[in-house]
């Protein structure tokens, strides 16, 4: 293959990449209840335990995640989104008829099952860019990670700012939001976004480097625009407009990276006669990189002369586990659970925060949701960077930043507990970058210790924390804690104003992430000389790589 079909397939690459951005973008939308819940309470009128049930049902949705886990293997990456967007459409569209009251509230039943379609959708979005993108750029997961996850964190500050400015928080303008846009971006997307060849030189990989602090930039820009709207607010219908204009234009500004090589790939064309002398040279190169990657498995520590001794035996930490062989470590549960703790908790938060704000005095809470997408989006895209740049620079564990951003949590759960004033502010922060946090950095963790051939089912099988975690914290701790705190209403339903009303619920939640730490803490100890040998391996291949470079 020579240089201009290289950087034409580069191209492609970043231009999938680009729309897989856009599709992280849309596909925060479960962490967005709270922006539209109140609506559903007081249609329905439903108490605070029904209310949080619901927020259960839409996140087990998540639970069937591992059908799309298992089609990421048998499925092209086109055919998964649009089974995401189809899904997305109908089940918020429903929920569109009911808050506008185009049709007459469903059962209970019902609602649970299209709110568990909304949820679901969303899983099948996520393992599509994911596994897509982790696989096109092995060698930059922890900012690929970052990125990703980066903008999902930032979707519900998207959709909760353009509806702020457009249409004044109407929760069934929100919802029509939800269904349509999405499925949109997704349409979009099926037509960019695959798996392309590997590119192994060090100039790709520096070129990688280059263009992901590109991408970090946009989103950071995203990020403190996306702030600085929810402080200033909207003060007119024309500064409304022109906030959400700018704000597509910024969404849709990483489109130069993949315009920029599309027109190196064209100018290299030129010398395709002088590049095809040296077309053996590059072969060779890409052939042994190949050899490489097949002893190694991109990140594996363990010879091949060994697999072959014990060819019948359980993987080791650090090649290709099938799902049930993870299930059989140590290690696989205590990511597990400790994943549980991170996300349950912050997940409790997100989905009461319409009430968890009301009890500490703020009628409108839009602006805490929004907090938390972009700090959240703040921890993600931040711990993914930083943890490949001690990954590559000192070969620190990834564990040890889901450990730290445990403990911080827990100090965020309890300043809310002291219901200190602007402590929802402080909370939410601080909740938001930790769950960040958790969520960008055990992505890459997953694949390291487990490998990237069974990646789509064993990240969906990671994620069943986020149904279960929805359970227990915020269906069961919160909705059993809050209602026997509250005062019931005419007509059904129940509320609570107060510092009692959540107090025992952060406190909990405070010992949680303590928990969680601890874990962190063991799975870094126990995972230490697959990192140390990831840094050794990459530290020695950068001399011979430079010095082979330099003599061409």
């Given amino acids: 293959m020579g240089y201009h079909e290289t950087y034409s397939l580069n191209a492609w690459k970043w231009l999938g990449f680009v729309s897989a951005v856009w599709v992280q973008a849309i596909s925060g939308n479960n962490y967005t209840f709270s922006n539209y819940s109140d609506a559903i309470k007081t249609l329905m009128n439903l108490t605070q335990l029904e209310l949080n049930n619901l927020s259960v049902a839409k996140d087990i949705g998540k639970a069937f995640g591992l059908l799309a886990g298992l089609a ?21 569209g429903v929920q569109w008829l009911v808050v506008s ?14 709110l568990c379609m909304g949820g679901n959708s969303t899983t099948w979005m996520n393992t599509a860019v994911l596994v897509t993108c982790i696989r096109n750029f092995r060698r930059n997961r922890g900012p690929v990670s970052g990125i990703l996850k980066g903008y999902v964190g930032l979707s519900t500050a998207i959709f909760t700012d353009i509806c702020s400015a457009l249409f004044s928080d109407n929760p069934a303008k929100f919802l029509i939001m939800l269904s349509v846009i999405p499925f949109a971006v997704c349409l979009t997307a099926v037509f960019f976004l695959r798996e392309t060849p590997q590119s192994v030189s060090v100039a790709a990989e520096k070129e990688e480097a280059r263009y992901f602090a590109i991408f970090n930039i946009v989103a950071v820009v995203v990020a403190f625009y996306l702030l600085a709207y929810d402080f200033i607010g909207s003060t007119n219908q024309v500064f409304s407009l022109v906030f959400v204009i700018t704000l597509l234009v910024l969404l849709a500004s990483p489109l130069a990276v993949p315009v920029y090589s599309f027109c190196k790939s064209w100018r290299l064309a030129r010398f395709a006669p002088d590049v095809e002398r040296r077309e053996p040279l590059l072969e ?14 991109d990140e594996t520590p363990v010879a091949v002369e060994e697999a072959v001794v014990v060819e019948k035996s359980r993987p080791v930490l650090g090649e290709d586990h099938t799902i049930f062989e993870a299930m059989g470590t140590w290690d696989f549960w205590l990511l597990f659970v400790s994943f549980l703790c991170g996300v349950g908790t912050g997940l409790a938060v997100m989905n009461n925060m319409a009430q968890i704000g009301l009890a500490l005095g703020h009628a409108d809470v839009s602006i805490f949701v929004s907090l938390i997408s972009i700090w959240g989006f703040f921890g993600r895209i ?18 040890l930043w889901n450990a730290a951003s445990q403990i911080l949590m827990a100090v965020g759960f309890l300043v809310m507990a002291l219901a200190m004033p602007g402590c929802l502010y402080i909370g939410s922060i601080i909740v938001g970058a930790c769950y960040g946090v958790r969520l960008a950095v055990s992505v890459p963790v997953a694949s390291e210790l487990f490998g990237l051939k069974y990646y789509g089912l064993l990240y969906n099988v990671l994620i069943l924390n986020l149904p279960i975690g929805s359970f227990l914290f915020s269906g069961l701790l919160a909705g059993y804690l809050y209602d026997a705190q509250a005062t019931p209403t005419p007509g059904g339903g129940n509320t609570c104003v107060g510092s009692h009303c959540y107090r025992l619920v952060f406190s909990i939640m405070a010992l949680a992430s303590i928990l969680g730490f601890g874990l962190d803490v063991l799975l870094t100890i126990r995972s230490k000389y697959i990192y140390t040998k990831i840094f050794t391996r990459r530290k020695s291949k950068k001399p011979s790589t430079t010095t082979e470079s330099n003599g061409q």
């Fill in 72 to 92: 990421s293997d048998r499925l092209p990456t086109p055919v998964i989104l649009l089974i995401g967007a189809i899904e997305g459409l109908i089940g918020y």
């Fill in 101 to 114: 009251q185009k049709i007459q509230p469903l059962p209970y039943w019902q609602m649970c099952i299209f």
């Fill in 382 to 399: 931040t711990s993914g960077s930083v943890s490949e740049y001690f990954l590559k620079k000192a070969g620190t564990p990834r564990p």
């Fill in 284 to 297: 060779q190169e890409a052939n042994a990189a190949a050899e490489r990657n097949e002893v190694i498995n």
